[in-house]
T-cell receptor, first 115, second 110 residues
């Protein structure tokens, strides 16, 4: 198992450009999420999905779109990049166990800089 | 709501000392409390977790305690070593998705 794979690892965008951050998992996990990590702010939830075809907003969704057409993939789209979106982005996945709890597995992250 | 408060934001200890990080939550539906360690430039990794029907869990030098009544939980690291230096995140989870504290930067001085 590769676990959670994120691409690219690094990206520089100009203000106003759009791009898609890719996330794929091969563990057949139902739950997938996107977080952004900024200094002193911890991990803030952008969007999440509890299964194919189902997505919902997290704490900081503005400027981002997601879709979940398959169980494996959960891409994050930046519609019109802004300098405030400069951050490290993590994708994570988990499965609801019998008890309804399970730890999250994180991807290796994408470091995005918007100039 | 589903916020998690984590303290302290920075913790500096001497090698061999103990370190304690505390988190509080407000959502009574929270039933799962994982802790993550993130080394510089790397992804967060799960180091220990506890469910709401357990008060304490230990794994070698790390332990987690949970007080459901007071809605707080803590990470305890004993006999700290320089390789314990990292950012630690607590989290809580109810139905689906965990929410995280802001992190504690632990520095262990040799």
């Amino acid at each position: 198992n590769a676990g959670v794979t994120q691409t690219p690892k690094f990206q520089v965008l100009k203000t106003g450009q759009s791009m898609t951050l890719q996330c794929a998992q091969d563990m057949n996990h139902e739950y997938m999420s996107w977080y952004r990590q900024d200094p002193g702010m911890g991990l803030r939830l952008i969007h999440y999905s509890v299964g194919a075809g189902i997505t919902d907003q997290g704490e900081v969704p503005n400027g981002y779109n997601v879709s979940r057409s398959t169980t494996e993939d959960f891409p994050l789209r930046l519609l019109s990049a802004a300098p405030s979106q400069t951050s490290v982005y993590f994708c994570a996945s988990s499965n609801p166990s019998t008890g309804g709890v399970d730890g999250y597995t994180f991807g290796s992250g994408t470091r995005l800089t918007v100039v | 709501g589903e916020n998690v408060e984590q303290h302290p934001s920075t913790l500096s200890v001497q090698e061999g000392d103990s370190a304690v990080i505390k988190c509080t939550y407000s959502d009574s539906a929270s039933n799962y409390f994982p802790w993550y360690k993130q080394e510089l430039g790397k992804r967060p990794q799960l180091i220990i977790d506890i469910r709401s029907n357990v008060g304490e869990k230990k794994d070698q030098r790390i332990a987690v305690t949970l007080n459901k009544t007071a809605k707080h939980f803590s990470l305890h690291i004993t006999e700290t070593q320089p390789e314990d230096s990292a950012v630690y995140f607590c989290a809580r989870k109810g139905s689906y998705i965990p929410t995280f504290g802001r992190g504690t930067s632990l520095i262990v001085h040799p």
